[in-house]
């Protein structure tokens, strides 16, 4: 190793940039071939550093997320789910909507999409920088009833505000007590024209004060949520029981 390699592996290491090791002779025989100016080689080196950072950054924000599942926007099939606009999830993959606070709502029968889509608009948002955490409605509740219980809970709600994009999946799905529909109002309330939200949901808000157990929380908490809001209605029979059902069995 000559003086001058050696010199640039310990600037790597001072500069906590591994990959300019990983890269720059390489880099450096491609300039000499090529003819490559200085500011044209350094600029190389950089910017691979900078794409393999930020591609290590993403995929521990994807980690981080506690996604369910790999789902992309690119793997769904939008044949499958004509109410689905391929644009309209293009543009809010962009997480254009975060800047603004502005919400996702996706409603639709159990199988129909929304949590693959949900996830891959997260996806998305964390490949682009931004922190994301998913989970259902009821873990939602469960985290915060536990910071109640700790005298935590203005500074769980504070925490997650910190959090472009939170993503609450399965919302209805099981009715709520009294308590734990007040912690999800207040989760609602701590974002609203702060953070963005994507909610799904296989009920339609007419149904909501069903889930909550109080028509004046319901009509409180939509009106939050819808205020700055993309609501999308998914429609039609469930994905994952395409080919399993009988024709006849459907048209019942």
């Not at 644009?87 to 919400?103: C, D, M, P, Q, S």
């Not at 931004?130 to 915060?144: C, K, N, P, Y």
């Not at 504070?158 to 308590?179: N, S």
């Not at 799904?200 to 009509?219: K, P």
Request: glycine share 8%; net charge neutral; with cysteine.
């Amino acid at each position: 190793m000559s003086g001058t390699d050696s010199g640039i592996e310990y600037y790597a290491r001072a500069l906590r940039a591994p990959r300019i090791s990983d890269g720059y002779q390489a880099l450096g025989e491609q300039a000499r071939q090529g003819g490559w100016t200085h500011e044209e080689y350094l600029a190389a080196v950089l910017s691979r550093e900078v794409a393999e950072r930020e591609a290590s950054g993403a995929a521990l924000r994807i980690r981080a997320a506690r996604f369910p599942g790999h789902k992309t926007l690119e793997d769904f099939n939008y044949a499958h789910q004509p109410a689905a606009d391929r644009n309209l999830f293009a543009h809010l993959g962009t997480g254009t909507f975060l800047h603004e606070a502005r919400n996702v709502v996706l409603l639709g029968p159990p199988g129909t999409g929304k949590t693959h889509l949900a996830t891959g608009i997260g996806i998305k948002v964390a490949q682009a920088g931004h922190r994301v955490l998913f989970d259902s409605a009821v873990g939602w509740v469960a985290r915060l009833a536990e910071a109640h219980d700790r005298g935590q809970l203005a500074a769980e709600l504070a925490r997650l505000r910190r959090y472009k994009l939170l993503i609450c999946d399965e919302v209805g799905y099981i009715p709520f007590d009294q308590d734990s529909a007040n912690l999800f109002f207040q989760l609602v309330s701590s974002r609203y024209e702060h953070a963005s939200l994507i909610l799904t949901s296989n009920l339609s808000f007419s149904r909501w004060a069903d889930v909550f157990g109080d028509a004046t929380v319901a009509s409180a908490m939509i009106d939050r949520i819808v205020h700055h809001a993309e609501v999308i209605n998914l429609t039609g029979n469930s994905y994952r029981l395409q080919g399993r059902i009988k024709p006849q069995t459907l048209a019942n």
